[in-house]
């Protein structure tokens, strides 16, 4: 008796369980009818590719939503029994599940604004009640099926619930017992399991979607339970209102041209970023000089010699070289709640005049969400410590050696269709700053530290092009090399590296081997986030673009340079820094002639004209990604 009790208890976990998926997946098809239209063209396959990789998310919503449920449903106590405390757990299924379905059948009518699905910034908007009750007649007029869609769909779910629990009644059940516990201990780790989304290093995100789908697909995979709960605990951007619409677009406009409509220069592009190559490592920097490759490489090349990192952090520079996004929060790009935002990047916009792509990185497949973020990014192809195959070129650390990864990265773009854009990320550069054991005796070996490092990737990079010198590739090819970011723990005895703008002092430099007599140095300020429109000038891009940096190339715009680490801020402009904690000012200096920032400048209309530039910059940064308005398309329709 007692063990039909307990099996008919398991039963209706588990079908509850099913009808929750079930639903989910309902939910899902409704919300592809309704927006079909903001999707490529789907077919019936891919739908089910959908509904397949969407199962992972699904459960890890159903089982966090559901987890004090079972808990409290599962543990083998005489309370079972009791009829209040089975009409208490039945109203705590009905209603947190029902609360979750409301949200993901809202998404119906709010996805079109954002194009992707709601995160835990929904409550700010519900927070706010001025703008949410004034917002909310709109929605309802022009949404006005989704309450009618809403109450159908979670009736149907009460009554199918409660044909489960007529189907699985019991008079006694999940007395205590060995067994009992055991089963309870189980399910609940097999909850834990769903919701971490497996047994993976690093429970999934928002963001794991993209290793499934293409990123203009990926609100198809997720559901908006996963997405909220999954966002909660991320810190959001506040709006910015400092100036109106008017005062901004005069100020600063994100959406480039600078070619209207000419024919491209159909050049290769492979973008070399060197881990934590800092300006003072290099003849560039004033000081010993490590890098004697990269130093004759400089010379026949164009150099931004006063170039500057976003951030100091390898997940900030990556999306700032490639994507065009500075650091913007304490939490890198790549795992904030923006991190599914519809981007216009390097590939992606090459991507519309026939370029193939691909991301290649030594470090274990993984690490930091690189493979994430170069799906997300628009990369066709990812290249990790796994698809290189050989661990005896492993370095016990971070990854492959640099100079066997760069050799077999060489190789491998060699059988790239053209034309390419293609980019690698060293590691060797990184700490502990050890070298293979064939170079103990080298010159390099006898350094200390980051010199060491940078000394024997700059050995590798030398290697790489003796490699590609000789491919047919390589003459129409630009080469674009430049720095993730500075190293931060370095000692500087003269003190600018060690503080202030520069602390993200890197190199940029643009080869083109077609052009080896162009020996350019440009002391324009430069920034990360200008190499994105700076390539596409060079390559006379066709199209518009949206990108917050300059091209380095743009005689009318004086490039500004941003910096953020945690709430202390500093934007270079017109040879002025101004620098601030969060929104309150610190100083402002004239940075050309006190690099070590000693003496602040006391010029209330300079330092007004520097705040100006500065809260322009910030607030149509913070809004265009709040409103996931970061391409040319949705930014110029985002009114």
């Known amino acids: 008796m007692q063990r039909n009790a307990d099996m008919n208890l398991y039963k209706k976990i588990v079908l509850q369980v099913v009808l929750l998926l079930m639903l989910y997946q309902v939910s899902r098809l409704l919300f592809f009818v309704i927006n079909h239209h903001y999707f490529n063209e789907i077919q019936v396959f891919n739908y089910l590719k959908f509904v397949f990789y969407g199962l992972r998310f699904d459960l890890s919503a159903i089982f966090s939503i559901n987890f004090l449920y079972l808990f409290l449903a599962l543990i083998p106590l005489s309370i079972h029994n009791k ?97 009992t516990v055991l089963i309870y201990v189980f399910i609940l780790g097999i909850s834990v399991i769903a919701i971490r989304g497996g047994l993976q290093l690093k429970p999934i995100m928002n963001i794991n979607a993209l290793l499934a789908v293409s990123n203009e697909n990926t609100s198809l995979v997720l559901n908006t339970p996963f997405s909220i709960l999954h966002t909660l605990e991320q810190k959001k951007l506040e709006r910015l209102d400092f100036f109106t619409e008017e005062e901004i677009k005069r100020e600063f406009n994100p959406i480039k041209n600078y070619s209207k409509g ?8 492979v973008f070399i970023i060197l881990e934590s190559f800092g300006k003072q490592y290099t003849s560039l920097g004033g000081r010993k000089s490590v890098t004697p490759f990269l ?140 070298i293979p054991a064939q170079y103990q005796d080298t010159s390099f070996a006898k350094l200390k530290g980051i010199y060491k490092g940078i000394s024997y990737s700059d050995h590798a990079l030398k290697k790489y092009f003796e490699t590609v010198s000789s491919k047919k590739w390589f003459s129409n090819t630009l080469f674009v090399i430049t720095a993730d970011h500075n190293f931060l723990a370095n000692n500087d005895s003269l003190g600018f590296y060690n503080n202030g703008l520069g602390l993200y002092s890197i190199p940029v430099i643009l080869y ?80 050309r002639k006190d690099s070590l920032l000693q003496y602040p400048i006391q010029n209330d209309s300079l330092i007004h004209s520097m705040m100006f530039s500065f809260k322009t910059f910030k607030q149509i940064l913070q809004n265009t990604i709040i409103d996931n308005k970061q391409t040319s398309s949705s930014f110029n329709n985002r009114n």
């Open 262 to 269: 000419t024919n491209s220069t159909q050049k290769n592009i």
């Open 83 to 179: 009829i209040w405390y089975q009409r208490i757990l039945n109203y705590l299924f009905i209603l947190s599940n029902s609360i979750a379905f409301l949200f993901d059948l809202s998404d119906i009518g709010y996805f079109p604004y954002v194009r992707k699905r709601m995160t835990a910034e929904v409550f700010h908007l519900i927070g706010n009640k001025s703008d949410f009750i004034d917002l909310l007649p709109s929605y309802l007029q022009e949404f006005w099926y989704i309450p009618i869609i809403s109450i159908v769909f979670i009736s149907f779910f009460i009554y199918f619930n409660r044909l489960i629990l007529r189907k699985c009644i019991s008079e006694k059940q999940n007395q205590f017992s060995f067994k």
């Open 295 to 434: 130093d004759s490489l400089m010379m026949k090349s164009i150099v931004f010699s006063n170039a500057y990192a976003n951030g100091h952090r390898s997940a900030d520079g990556i999306p700032a070289c490639l994507a065009g996004i500075p650091i913007f929060m304490e939490e890198s790009f790549t795992t904030s709640p923006y991190s599914s935002n519809s981007l216009e990047t390097l590939p992606l916009l090459l991507k519309k005049i026939g370029y193939s792509s691909s991301f290649f990185h030594g470090g274990t497949n993984g690490t930091m969400n690189f493979d994430i973020f170069a799906k997300s990014a628009g990369f066709d192809q990812y290249f990790g410590r796994t698809e290189y195959g050989n661990d005896k070129d492993y370095d016990g650390t971070w990854g492959i050696w640099d100079e066997p990864f760069l050799q077999f990265y060489a190789n491998e773009v060699d059988k790239l269709k053209q034309p390419f854009f293609t980019s690698v990320f060293t590691l060797s550069s990184h700490e502990p700053f050890k």
């Open 512 to 591: 083109d081997p077609s052009s080896e007599n162009q020996n350019f140095i440009s002391t324009k300020s430069f920034q990360q986030i200008d190499i994105l429109p700076t390539v596409l000038d060079y390559l006379k891009y066709p199209h518009p673009f949206f990108a917050y940096g300059n091209s380095g190339f743009d005689t009318i715009k004086n490039n500004f340079v941003y910096t953020q680490m945690g709430d202390h801020h500093q934007f270079l402009y017109h040879d002025y820094l101004l620098v601030t904690d969060n929104y309150s000012l610190s100083g402002c200096y004239d940075f």
